[in-house]
């Protein structure tokens, strides 16, 4: 079933239910059940209806891909192709994806529970990394050394070899490009592990690198869970580099694999507990309490670099956080096929039940709830916007990630205490400002422990900037050309010259 622009929840609905899933691994070129036999199911958090059972990858599919990978890097059509070639095949991936972004929007949203509107900004972001990188790399260009006549110094990029790129739930397909565009452009195989909560996109993709021309071997997707197929990647000494996107805990755990295995590189990109200053001299506070609200309400909470601790001047902290909660009241969840909804669905009962914790310890603990904090009506696992105020740093609320839609608002005095309230946390992801006051700004933007500052905005970005985290964040760079040098090593070839 094809509807070429769905605008309204019976159109998505419609599509919904004429959609087929992929639900079979995808190894060297082909569409395979589990080694074992073995399946998971998937459900749809909106509606708690199962979608599918997919296949259970464990150790033998990891080893059988690895030994895959490892061919078809050596095999050499892809990892020695012309980089301008590569490029093409990566931009009718992304054609490919453009024509089919709708149903790839679908998959996200009917197995997470995100808004479809929010899930076709995935689209976008996905499809946008895959050109972006796709167009950089016949554009990078090796080095000459300036050494003495008698020698040419050349430093040559070349690929890895094989990567493994395990990513989250929280926006599927998105993560994913930003992790295998660049690595796949570098000229690497690369092994996706999509998370065992969010498989189907991913297996619908591999369906789209086949058609695109992409040599077999070179991209495969091994669906499963963390401690089967993800550490049996992560273990492999035939895997030279983890590109992983997830919590600080298992990012942990990745770097112990790596160390017990072959010093493989593991670039991560962790958790984040996000400070957001308002200051009081900002001038449009509706406008700042609207962008404050959706920081952290956005895809439900479950953002890497959601606002979660808002640190507020405390003169104007009253008369904002009752902006906060005016703008939160119009974000409430709704069917996530209706393009109107704010926020969607947990994404699954052990998520959601987190999340309620942290609000009853929230309450327990002594903040003020200021909006929100019981869930709705099951069968959907669905909890409104939340709010609390009074929040200290000694409180779970206030320092954990908690990933949910729940807001800590503190209280600030000085500038001092602002910077010394926001470094405070093992993360050190994201941070907001906002202010008018330039010579502040300038101040406050450099002291900010934070792998990005958004200045008078939030989540602002493009391709063109680098996304990552600094401390328990995490150490990788996604998107912009950089990322492309973490899936490339440096030769260095030393030419003597006759003389
Ligand atoms: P998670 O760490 O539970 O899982 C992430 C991936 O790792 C999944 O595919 C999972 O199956 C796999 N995994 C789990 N245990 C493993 C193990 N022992 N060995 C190998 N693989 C294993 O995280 P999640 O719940 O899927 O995602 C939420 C987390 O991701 C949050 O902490 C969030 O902040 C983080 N995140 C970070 C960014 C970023 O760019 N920094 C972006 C999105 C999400």
């Not at 019976?10 to 073995?38: C, H, K, M, N, P």
Request: aromatic share 6%; glycine share 8%.
């Amino acid at each position: 079933m094809r509807i070429e622009a769905p605008k309204t929840r019976d159109d998505w609905q419609a599509l919904a239910a004429a959609l087929t899933f992929e639900t079979r691994a995808f190894i060297d070129d082909e569409s395979v059940a589990a080694a074992s036999g073995e399946t998971f199911e998937t459900r749809n958090p909106a509606t708690g209806e199962v979608l599918a059972r997919v296949a259970s990858c464990d150790a033998a599919d990891a080893e059988v891909a690895v030994r895959h990978a490892r061919a078809a890097f050596a095999r050499g059509d892809w990892s020695r192709l012309a980089p301008g070639k590569r490029k093409k095949v990566l931009l009718r991936l992304a054609e490919l994806m453009e024509a089919h972004k709708n149903e790839l929007a679908l998959l996200d949203t009917l197995d997470m529970g995100k808004p479809v509107s929010s899930s076709l900004g995935d689209m976008a972001g996905a499809i946008g990394c895959l050109r972006y990188q796709a167009e950089c790399i016949d554009k990078l260009y090796g080095e000459v050394a300036p050494t003495g006549e008698e020698t040419l110094a050349l430093v040559l990029r070349e690929p890895l070899g094989v990567v493994a790129a395990i990513v989250p739930w929280n926006f599927p397909l998105m993560m994913t490009a930003w992790k295998i565009a660049p690595a796949l452009a570098a000229g690497n195989s690369v092994i996706l592990k999509p998370s065992e909560k969010s498989p189907l996109s991913a297996l619908r993709l591999a369906q789209l690198a086949k058609e695109a021309g992409l040599p077999r071997g070179v991209f495969q997707v091994l669906p499963g869970f963390g401690h089967t197929v993800g550490q049996a990647l992560a273990l492999s000494l035939e895997v030279d580099c983890l590109a992983f996107t997830g919590s600080t805990a298992t990012g942990k755990q990745l770097m112990q694999y790596a160390g017990a295995s072959n010093l493989k590189r593991v670039y991560l990109e962790c958790g984040g507990k996000s400070p957001n200053l308002v200051f009081a001299d900002c001038k449009d506070l509706d406008r700042v309490a609207k962008h404050a609200a959706a920081a952290i309400f956005h895809n439900q909470g479950e953002v890497c670099i959601a606002g979660s601790r808002l640190l507020v001047e405390n003169p104007i902290r009253e008369a904002f956080v009752e902006k906060v909660l005016v703008a939160a009241e119009r974000m409430q969840p709704g069917d996530p096929l209706d393009p109107a909804s704010f926020m969607g669905a947990i994404v699954d009962r052990a998520q959601y039940e987190r999340v309620l914790d942290y609000i009853r310890r929230g309450v327990e603990e002594g903040a003020t709830l200021r909006t929100g904090g019981k869930a709705l009506d099951e069968p959907g696992l669905f909890i409104p916007p939340t709010v609390f105020d009074g929040v200290s740093d000694t409180m779970a609320i206030g320092r954990e990630e908690i990933f949910g839609p729940v807001l800590a608002v503190f209280g600030f005095d000085t500038e001092e205490e602002a910077i010394a309230l926001a470094n405070d946390s093992v993360y050190g992801l994201a941070a907001g400002l906002w202010s008018q006051d330039i010579d502040r700004i300038m101040r406050v933007t450099r002291r900010l422990a934070s792998g990005q500052v958004f200045v008078n905005n939030w989540a602002g970005g493009d391709q063109t900037m680098p996304f990552g985290g600094v401390k328990q964040s995490g150490n990788g760079r996604d998107k912009s050309h950089h990322s492309l040098e973490e899936y490339s090593d440096l030769k260095s070839v030393w030419i003597s010259l006759a003389t």
